[in-house]
Structure formats: C-alpha cells, structure tokens
C-alpha cells in the first residue's frame, strides 16, 4: 500500500502534480472526444507546436509561458484556419510547414535565452514537478471553460463530426463551429503545456479519447472512458516516475498510448473471435467522408 | 391559388462559377415529388445540395418556402448521397435518428418527451426501431441507410431532398422508401428525389432528365420518352 499511496502523502510536489496531472487528463478528455471523432489530431499537433514560440519568447521577455502560450495558439490558429480554407487540397501540407515553422521558430528564439537546453527541455517536456497552486487554479479555470464549451456546442461539434453538409443543413455555422473547436483544443494545449510539455500533449489529447472510441457506445462514455484512462495514466505515470527516476510527463503519455495500445489488441482479438452477426440481406455499400466546404 | 414551395427560375448550378446544369425552372407545389434522374456525375447531386443550400446558385432565383436556400433548417430536411456511415463513431442508431431533431433543438433547447416520441415513431416507420440500441457501426449498408432515412423523418420537415435513398437498399428497402415518400406526400410535404431508377419515378409528379443539362422535364409520361431517355443514358430502358 504504502509504496502506491506514500509518495504522493509524503511530498506535496507530487500531491500538486497528480492534482494538476488529473485536471489536464480530465480537461484532454473532454476536447481529445472531439478531436478525435472529428479527425483533428493533426491539426492538434499542429496547435501544440505552434505554441513553442509563444512560451520561448514569453520566458525570454520574463512573461507567464501561459500568456505566450495563448498568443502562440491564436496565431496558429488563424495561420491553420487560413491554410485550411485556402489550400483546401493540400491542407495537410500547409498545415505541416507551418507547425514545422512555428517549432524551428520556438527553437531559433529560445537559442536567445542562457538556459537554451533547460528552456527548451521544460517547454518540450513539461514540469509537472514544479506545478503551483496558481497553476492548479489556471488548470481548474481551463478544465470549466473547456468544459463549458463542450456541453454548449455539443450537438454542433457532433454533428460535425459526422458530416460537415448536416451541420449546415442542421442550421449550425461549419465556420464558427470547428473555430470554436478549434478554440477548445487551443485552451486545453495552452492549459497542459506545463504539464506535459507542448511535444507530448497530443498523446494526452489523443490516447486515452481513442481508447474510449474502442469501447465507447455513446459520446458521453467516450469521454468518461478517456477521463478514467488519462486520469489512471497520471497515477501510473507519476509513481513510476518517482520509484524509478524517470521523466513525469513522458512517462504518463507512455502510460496512456500503451492503455491505447493494449485496448486496441484486446479489441481486435474480440473481434476476431466474434462472427459478424448482419441479418439483413442489403448490400452495404461505400461510406466515406462527404466534406462540403461553404 | 396554391403555395408554391420550390421555386427555381433560369436556375444555373454549380460549384464555384464552374456551371454544371444551367436553365433549371421549377414551381413545386405541396405534395408533390419531382424525381431528378441521370448517369453518375449528370449533375443530380449538385441540383439538390443547391436546393440544400450547401452550394451558392452560380446565377438565377432559387427560393425555397420563400427564402433562399438553406435559411430554413427546421422546415427542410436533407439525406446526402452515401451519408457518412458514422461507423468509426461511438454512436448508437438512436442517437444518430436523434440528431435530426438538432436542427428544431438548437444550442441549448432540451429534448422532451415530444422529440422522444418523433425519434422512436421514425425509427419505426424506416424500419430500424429494432436496432436502435445498437452502434451503428455494426450495421449492414442497407440498416445504415435506414437509419439515415429515419433521420430524415425526425426532421419533421416540409421539404425532403433525398440524394439516392434506394441506394443500397433491397427490393424490400426500396418499397419502403416508396411508401415513406407516398405518406410525407400525403401530410403535404413536397419531395425531391435523385435516382439512377426509372422506377423510382411512378407515382411522381414530375421527372428531370439530367445529363449536365435539363435534357427533359415533365410528367413522367412525358419526359421519360424513349427519345429523351436514350439522350440522357445513351440507349433506351428496357421498361
């Protein structure tokens, strides 16, 4: 018992970072639904990295990473909102250039700062070690504007999610709708930066939302599975981090990719033990993605 | 005098300024069901997500109950040609016959018992309310289809745009459809219907025949003359 309980008992630095920690994984639960349902993890990645600029040149100007974190994301917001309408066919190339330019952008100003390997190393990284109360409060006020977001544009994003032309044919904007997620994704990046550092969250965003897909009969135990998982991930990771002496942050996204992968092996192997049960005698025909860009 | 509800004049559709059927004049009345036919890429699809409101006209008057297209989401209900299966989605035939209501629910409306109501009576009427409970995902082609019809009902429109609803469907689906477009007419709702059947246009009002261009328009007996349906398909039907 003690060796599962103590460490987080016996030192309040832990006790914050598995406090910061679970709010991150419950705040990835609820946007990491939705980006995954609607196919957005590149463009999460691309928010994440699009961030590093902003924190490098906060930390070099001796501003909150936050606040540059947030002026990161707007930009790359508008820079993914700009490409994705205007290079509507080679989007994922665009996308990719400008996240690569924002990270080399990150890199060239924190090569400014004295501490370039440890600035960089923290921003990559994350410092869950070193979280604060001020910290947990801004990680608490993101967790209820994220999930205010969600509980508000949940139809919209669903439908979204399962076709663009029946959001608008539903009487809901594409335009102001997928900003709004974007948004959504956005504050919870800039709000798990500290946590697990801007390179590893979108295995928190992603991860456990995927696993919940696998079992998930509903959108709302989607979200409750991948909140169990990334909260369970935060536990994992932190004590092995604190038994075994190795990195926080990278260890509870490894935690939450190998929950994803065991789910996935277990499925399949389900799957294929299970016959296809279809009764009726229709010919199923092709499905895929009908975009309609207004 | 009646109310005309689709009403379409020198309509050019298309996507872009790119036209892809130019001239279209309607004046569809309540009840009545025009069937658009034509091969792959004739142009069907591109008339109905312009009557959607998904695609601007390129030029010409379009209103739709008196509005441009698309401004009306509770009164106009839409099933896109293969809707998306929503197989890779957690969701449950239910909630996806559910989300039809999305457009009457808004924001922040709850959905009561009334919506409840809707959504099991359509599911029942598309005969899917059998598996309502199951995910969608693992349903066959032909179920999919269902369910997006019964989607379609949920809307409790006064329009039906329907891109290909006999798609993947048997000789039992495609009755059904029939008879689900025989019922809305009935309750005054009009319908406008894309097909590669010639069937499908019995009990039309009207048929267009569409090959990029209006190649005919009329009663059935009318525009589906031999002469018309070997400009549009390259030969006659066997019918």
Do not use: W
Not at chain 2, 86 to 113: C, E, I
Request: proline fraction near 3%; charged fraction near 15%; aromatic fraction near 6%.
């Amino acid at each position: 018992m003690n060796y599962f309980v103590d460490p987080f008992t016996n030192n309040e630095f832990l006790r914050f970072a598995l406090i910061g920690g679970i709010l991150v994984a419950l705040t990835c639960a609820i946007a990491g639904t939705f980006v995954v349902l609607r196919g957005l993890a590149f463009v999460g990645d691309a928010l994440a990295h699009g961030v590093l600029p902003g924190i490098a040149t906060a930390l070099l100007l001796g501003v909150s990473g936050i606040v540059g974190a947030a002026v990161g994301a707007v930009v790359m917001m508008g820079g993914v909102s700009l490409v994705t309408r205007r290079f509507r066919l080679s989007g994922d190339t665009a996308i990719g250039l400008l996240f690569v330019g924002m990270l080399a952008l990150g890199v060239i100003i924190t090569s400014r700062s004295d501490a370039f390997v440890g600035d960089l190393t923290r921003i990559l990284f994350g410092e869950l070690l070193g979280v604060s109360g001020t910290d947990l409060l801004m990680q608490l006020c993101a967790l209820a504007i994220v999930g205010a977001i969600a509980f508000v544009g949940r139809r919209p994003f669903l439908l979204l999610s399962v076709d663009e032309g029946l959001a608008r044919t539903s009487g809901f904007s594409i335009r102001i709708f997928h900003n709004v997620m974007l948004t959504m994704v956005a504050i919870t990046v800039v709000a798990s930066f500290q946590t697990v550092g801007t390179l590893l969250v979108l295995g928190m965003l992603i991860a456990p939302a995927a696993t919940g897909a696998l079992f998930a009969r509903s959108i709302s135990s989607m979200m409750t599975i991948a909140a169990i998982v990334g909260t369970l991930s935060t536990y994992i990771g932190l004590l092995l981090s604190y038994h075994f002496d190795v990195a926080a942050g990278a260890t509870i996204v490894f935690t939450a990719v190998m929950f994803f992968a065991l789910a996935a092996v277990f499925t399949e192997v389900r799957k294929s033990l299970t016959k296809p049960s279809n009764s009726e005698h229709e010919h199923p025909h092709a499905h895929g993605h009908v975009h309609v860009h207004i | 005098m009646a109310t005309t509800i689709i009403s379409a004049d020198h309509l050019c559709v298309g996507y872009g300024k790119k036209p892809v059927i130019e001239g279209v004049t309607l004046a569809l009345q309540p009840g009545e069901l025009l069937v658009l036919i034509g091969t792959n890429g004739s142009g069907k699809s591109t008339l109905l997500k312009t009557l959607a409101g998904l695609i601007h006209p390129v030029h010409g008057e379009l209103h739709v109950l008196d509005h441009h297209a698309g401004q009306l989401p509770t009164r106009v209900a839409y099933l896109p040609q293969h809707p998306v299966s929503s197989h890779t989605l957690p969701l449950q035939v239910r909630d996806v016959v559910a989300m039809g209501r999305y457009a009457h629910l808004g924001l922040f409306k709850r959905a009561t018992k009334d919506d409840q109501i809707i959504v099991e009576d359509s599911m029942r009427r598309a005969g899917i309310d059998e598996q309502a409970s199951k995910p969608i995902r693992d349903l066959s082609g032909g179920q999919q289809q269902r369910t997006h019809l019964a989607q379609v009902l949920a809307r409790q429109a006064e329009v039906l745009l329907l891109d290909e609803p006999t798609a993947g469907l048997d000789i039992n689906g495609r009755k059904l459809v029939a008879s689900l477009v025989a019922a809305e007419r009935a309750r005054g709702v009009t319908v406008v219907m894309a097909t590669h059947e010639l069937l499908d246009a019995e009990h039309a009002t009207s048929v267009m025949l569409l090959a990029q261009r209006v190649v005919a328009v009329g009663p059935p007996d009318v525009a589906l003359r031999d002469e018309f349906l070997r400009e549009c398909f390259g030969f006659t039907q066997p019918h």
